[in-house]
């Protein structure tokens, strides 16, 4: 695996675009994206919900609709790498989860930093984007009723902001939006190659 990333990382400093258009055109990098979903979501659903019982809030069931997006636009490109209505299928599917999630994971982010100013003296109701904020009854985007199809994974029963966990100084909202920047940082480049493969094909 490591020889196999020294010469990906070797042809790709050679020849960048030949080598991204060959890369999103195979399964490993589509089943990578998708991997990483069922880890953010099995950390989400495994360790924070049931190992730290921090009930999930309302935009952290929002952020994990739109990993379910992710992981489900790389599950589609998995099954024909190759074909263009998958692709562009899986690539739509897969940006508008990486815009949802972002967002709403910006949003948690100031929400954590205005529940946390009861620190300073202010109460939560008081703080602007604190408790008063959220919602028990979340809207997902078509009106999809996950909450009532899914309750463990999609009903919220937490506070927005108010979680207490952190690693290396970061929480858990902060996280998030380092996960989705990685994903654009993934995701743009193989894009890009798509789009002037399939119009190198085009003018043929």
């Known amino acids: 695996m490591i020889t196999k990333l020294k010469l990906w990382f070797a042809e790709l400093k050679a020849n960048p675009l030949p080598t991204l258009e060959a890369t999103q055109e195979g399964r490993a990098v589509w089943a990578v994206m998708?991997?990483?979903?069922v880890f953010l979501l099995g950390s989400a659903?495994?360790?924070?919900?049931?190992?730290?019982?921090?009930?999930?809030c309302e935009n952290c069931v929002y952020i994990r609709f739109s990993q379910f997006?992710?992981?489900?636009?790389?599950?589609?490109?998995?099954?024909n790498p190759k074909n263009n209505v998958l692709k562009i299928l899986g690539l739509a599917l897969a940006w508008y989860g990486i815009f949802y999630?972002?967002?709403?994971?910006?949003?948690?982010?100031?929400?954590?930093?205005?529940?946390?100013?009861?620190?300073?003296?202010?109460?939560?109701?008081?703080?602007g984007q604190g408790a008063n904020a959220c919602s028990l009854e979340p809207t997902f985007p078509l009106?999809?009723?996950?909450h009532?199809?899914?309750?463990?994974?999609?009903?919220?029963?937490?506070?927005?902001?108010?979680?207490?966990?952190s690693l290396l100084g970061l929480n858990m909202a902060q996280y998030?939006?380092?996960?989705?920047?990685?994903?654009?940082?993934?995701?743009?480049?193989?894009?890009?190659?798509?789009?002037?493969k399939t119009l190198k094909n085009r003018n043929k």
């Open 34 to 37: 998708a991997t990483a979903c």
């Open 45 to 56: 659903m495994g360790f924070f919900q049931v190992f730290l019982e921090m009930d999930p």
């Open 69 to 79: 997006c992710i992981l489900i636009a790389g599950v589609i490109m998995i099954i």
């Open 101 to 127: 999630g972002l967002d709403k994971a910006i949003i948690l982010a100031g929400q954590h930093v205005s529940s946390h100013a009861a620190d300073a003296g202010l109460d939560l109701f008081q703080s």
């Open 143 to 146: 009106g999809l009723p996950l």
């Open 148 to 165: 009532e199809w899914l309750p463990f994974e999609f009903a919220p029963s937490g506070i927005c902001g108010e979680d207490d966990w």
């Open 176 to 196: 998030c939006i380092i996960s989705y920047a990685v994903f654009i940082a993934c995701a743009l480049p193989l894009t890009i190659a798509f789009i002037t």
